[in-house]
């Protein structure tokens, strides 16, 4: 690549520009063969630390040749490497075949090198001095590349010492936000870049602007795709689980997908049907984000609650995005609970029979749930979706349940005279227990592990219950934050059709 620049400057150099500056040898350049390759590097890492604080470049003994471009792109990527591990706190496995990945911002990097560097005239081995451009497109790709490196090292140092310290926790933040802070390093890193392309090139403003578009593009691809990354966590064994609970990204193919769609199939005409003169509950839990199990195990506690206690067994569906059940359930996606919905109105008597359902997932100050698992890509669902498909579908009487933080931001959009909404915590704070290393939220364990299963039938008796027990064992876990203070609003209709609920439950014990 280097000599394809370097011919490129040779060719351009024939026409004078019309303000170029007088030129004079660099100390070490391409043409020299002799040079102490530890001082070039060292001159050449100092230079690339003054432009990344945006002070104009000084091109005066100034290293380029093809083995400083070499190494200066190992030590980017072994430096990518390290750092990133260090954004993982306990075990992460390596994926050495990110390797043949990531390679269009170089490209672009170097063609930009190629578009702007200035036309001069040269003599051969002379280079400009007091001028702040360019003297090849050579030169003006090494000092690129070596800006590169420094500003991705202080990025993702940052970032690492950000998570160690505890203090990087874009969970509190609507989805918005979380957009926002997650742009603004390659946003501020661009401009650093631009305008350094800027004062090292001619400043032709089409060309300027081609390039510009042209590394934006490769950065947000790259952001956009959720390109994959050389580690991932692993999870910790507990006392209660000896095996490998190790989370994996599954390989997506077109076989697991039409399985997919066959196991959703099943499951729903699979479902029992109302039986006459009975209020029977029909249990749906959906828990959308993947990547942490403890969701998956409270869905399944609740489903065991529901079917046991309720009354649900043969009446009930799990729908989970995880690794290990890619097999068994079907995926948590808004189209399947769309689905889920409707079949399951169709299966009840939607004028007498209650439809339960429960969400388990990471929550944003909005009220966005958390949903994917990479490298399946899964839409949030809002309250106003489920409040669509739960009109459409006819059914009346719903008990909705929603564990995540800033919950409260659910009630209001599905509470009616027929709903029951309860959440794990209001429109303000954040719950807890949705880490990598608990088996179940504080909400899922208070309010059904321990209320449902054992002590009573009703949901706002267990839910008040439940209340001071999540707010002791957060003050005793140390939450900061505040009392998640977890939120329930019943209509009057519900209520009674609940009443009518446990009265048969309790009679058939």
Avoid at 393 to 418: E, M, T
Avoid at 419 to 434: E, F, I, K, P
Wanted: net charge negative.
């Amino acid at each position: 690549m280097t000599e394809f620049l370097t011919a490129n400057s040779a060719a351009h150099s024939a026409e004078p520009e019309g303000d170029a500056l007088p030129l004079a040898p660099v100390a070490a350049s391409q043409e020299d063969p002799g040079v102490n390759h530890a001082a070039a590097l060292r001159r050449l890492l100092v230079e690339a630390m003054r432009v990344s604080i945006c002070l104009k470049p000084k091109w005066q003994g100034l290293p380029a040749s093809p083995w400083l471009i070499a190494l200066l792109m190992f030590f980017y990527l072994s430096c990518h490497i390290g750092l990133q591990r260090l954004m993982f706190v306990g075990a992460a496995r390596f994926y050495w075949q990110v390797l043949a990945s990531g390679w269009l911002e170089f490209a672009a990097l170097a063609w930009g090198c190629y578009c702007l560097r200035p036309v001069s005239i040269q003599a051969p081995g002379n280079h400009a001095t007091s001028d702040s451009r360019a003297p090849d497109a050579a030169h003006f790709f090494v000092l690129a590349l070596a800006q590169m490196l420094v500003l991705n090292v202080v990025i993702c140092t940052i970032g690492a010492l950000l998570i160690h310290m505890g203090w990087y926790d874009l969970s509190k933040l609507s989805m918005s936000m979380q957009w926002l802070v997650y742009l603004v390093p390659p946003v501020v890193v661009l401009f650093i870049q631009c305008l350094f392309f800027w004062r090292a090139s001619d400043r032709r403003v089409l060309a300027m602007l081609s390039v510009i578009i042209a590394m934006a593009a490769a950065g947000a691809l790259g952001i956009s795709t959720n390109a994959t990354q050389f580690w991932y966590p692993v999870q910790e064994k507990t006392e209660k689980n000896e095996e490998d609970t190790e989370i994996k990204s599954p390989e997506i193919t077109q076989e697991i997908f039409e399985e997919q769609a066959l196991l959703l199939n099943q499951k729903l005409e699979a479902l029992q049907a109302h039986r006459p003169g009975i209020i029977d509950l029909y249990s749906l839990s959906f828990a959308p984000y993947g990547e942490e199990n403890v969701f998956l195990n409270e869905t399944s506690m609740v489903t065991q609650v529901m079917a046991k206690r309720f009354d649900a067994e043969g009446r009930s569906l799990q729908l989970v995005n995880n690794p290990g059940t890619i097999h068994s359930l079907p995926w948590a996606t808004p189209l399947n609970l769309q689905r889920a919905i409707q079949q399951m109105a169709k299966r009840m008597d939607v004028n007498e029979d209650i439809l339960f359902l429960h969400m388990s997932s990471h929550g944003a100050s909005d009220g966005e749930l958390s949903a994917g698992m990479w490298p399946l890509s899964v839409k949030s669902v809002t309250p106003e979706d489920l409040k669509k498909w739960l009109d459409e579908a006819g059914v009346k009487y719903r008990v909705i349940s929603i564990s995540a933080c800033f919950a409260g931001n659910w009630v209001a959009p599905l509470s009616d005279a027929k709903s029951l909404v309860m959440t794990a915590s209001d429109a303000d704070h954040t719950s807890y227990g949705c880490g990598s290393k608990s088996d179940l939220t504080f909400f899922g364990r208070a309010m059904y592990d321990e209320q449902l299963r054992n002590k009573t039938l009703s949901f706002e008796t267990a839910h008040a219950a439940s209340r001071p027990i999540i707010k002791q064992r957060e003050e005793e876990a140390g939450k900061s934050d505040g009392y998640s203070n977890p939120q329930i609003a019943v209509g009057e209709e519900i209520r009674g059709r609940l009443k009518l609920l446990e009265q048969r439950l309790q009679a058939r014990k």
